[in-house]
T-cell receptor, first 115, second 116 residues
Framework: DAGVTQSPTHLIKTRGQQVTLRCSPI?????VSWYQQVLGQGPQFIFQ???????GRGNFPDRFSARQFPNYSSELNVNALLLGDSALYLC??????????????FGAGSRLTVL | AQSVTQPDIHITVSEGASLELRCNYS??????LFWYVQSPGQGLQLLLK??????LVQGIKGFEAEFKRSQSSFNLRKPSVHWSDAAEYFC??????????????FGKGTHLIIQP
């Protein structure tokens, strides 16, 4: 079975531009989460979606938005890019089978560079 | 708010030697604890998890971790490291929903270097 797939793998943008990152979860997984990993740091939680609804949001500005589609894939959008948005963006999926059983499987990430 | 501290930014170990990576957490209730490994340019791979029960948990690649509530620790161990273990290791804590609505909180990571 395919794992979590993310696209694009690398991209370069300039300040003020907008970016869309895409994620396809593991087949059968209904939950998708997004994390930002700045170089040298651990990942930080941005969003979680389950059954197309936002279920959780981390401490990120409104420039960050996301959505989940009927096939459970997801997009992360970042508007008005800042230099500090340069990071590896990780998508993770889970089956969310119940409380405590939400083990995340991560994709390889999308490396965003903002110039 | 929950938090995770990994006190060691870098650790160097000789191949074949034992390894212990430290992790301390702060969380008001029984935590859900995870160790992930990240190779350069890759995503995160789950090594092991603790939800409840036996405080010594076994994971993949010969790793194990012990949950000590009194010390708020979840240290990762391996009896004999291999050169392929060189990577970044992250400890994480989940909320009661197991990393659902609140997401996982990660430490800053420990970079493991293996000496031949």
């Amino acid at each position: 079975d395919a794992g979590v797939t993310q696209s694009p793998t690398h991209l370069i943008k300039t300040r003020g531009q907008q970016v869309t990152l895409r994620c396809s979860p593991i087949s059968g997984h209904k939950s998708v989460s997004w994390y930002q990993q700045v170089l040298g740091q651990g990942p930080q939680f941005i969003f979680q979606y389950y059954e197309k609804e936002e279920r959780g949001r981390g401490n990120f500005p409104d420039r960050f938005s996301a959505r989940q589609f009927p096939n459970y894939s997801s997009e992360l959008n970042v508007n008005a890019l800042l230099l500090g948005d340069s990071a590896l963006y990780l998508c993770a999926s889970s089956s969310l089978q119940g409380l405590g059983a939400n083990v995340l499987t991560f994709g390889a990430g999308s490396r965003l560079t903002v110039l | 708010a929950q938090s995770v501290t990994q006190p060691d930014i870098h650790i160097t170990v000789s191949e074949g030697a034992s390894l212990e990576l430290r992790c301390n957490y702060s969380y008001g209730a029984t935590p859900y604890l995870f160790w992930y490994v990240q190779s350069p340019g890759q995503g995160l791979q789950l090594l092991l998890k603790y939800f409840s029960g036996d405080t010594l948990v076994q994971g993949i690649k010969g790793f194990e971790a012990e949950f000590k509530r009194s010390q708020s620790s979840f240290n990762l161990r391996k009896p004999s490291v291999h050169w392929s273990d060189a990577a970044e290791y992250f400890c994480a804590v989940g909320s009661y929903s197991g990393g659902g609505a609140d997401g996982l909180t990660f430490g800053k990571g420990t970079h493991l270097i293996i000496q031949p």
